[in-house]
Nanobody, 115 residues
Framework: QVQLVQSGGDLVQAGGSLKLSCAHS???????WGWYRQAPAKQRELVAS???????YYTDSVKGRFTISRDNAKNTVYLQMNSLKPEDTAVYYC??????????WGQGTQVTVSS
């Protein structure tokens, strides 16, 4: 069974940094990796993604502050988060897509940014 195991969520003060990790057991060739987040009373949104061709996307609210990266040898994708704001508080989920309509999800990790 495919598993995505996340780590790195924590409580941090505004202006601080966190690095999220997502280790996966996907064997198939991966088309893209993504980080999503869901804040209370809000829908899940795509925060950042990276493709197998190294095309990177960030949502406007995190540009210049977050960095997505991957290490294929370790089967791990990362999200470096700097200059964190209270508005970044959410449950963060990683995902990997191996084909259109075939996506696997991590269990989620809580990131809480205090004022």
């Amino acid at each position: 069974q495919v598993q995505l195991v996340q780590s790195g969520g924590d409580l941090v003060q505004a202006g601080g940094s966190l690095k999220l990790s997502c280790a996966h057991s996907v064997i198939s060739s991966i088309n893209h990796w993504g980080w999503y987040r869901q804040a209370p009373a809000k829908q899940r949104e795509l925060v950042a993604s990276i493709t197998s061709r190294n095309t990177i996307y960030y949502t406007d609210s995190v540009k210049g502050r977050f960095t997505i990266s991957r290490d294929n040898a370790k089967n791990t994708v990362y999200l470096q988060m700097n200059s964190l704001k209270p508005e970044d508080t959410a449950v963060y989920y990683c995902s990997v897509a191996v084909a259109v309509g075939v996506t696997y999800w991590g269990q989620g990790t809580q990131v809480t940014v205090s004022s």
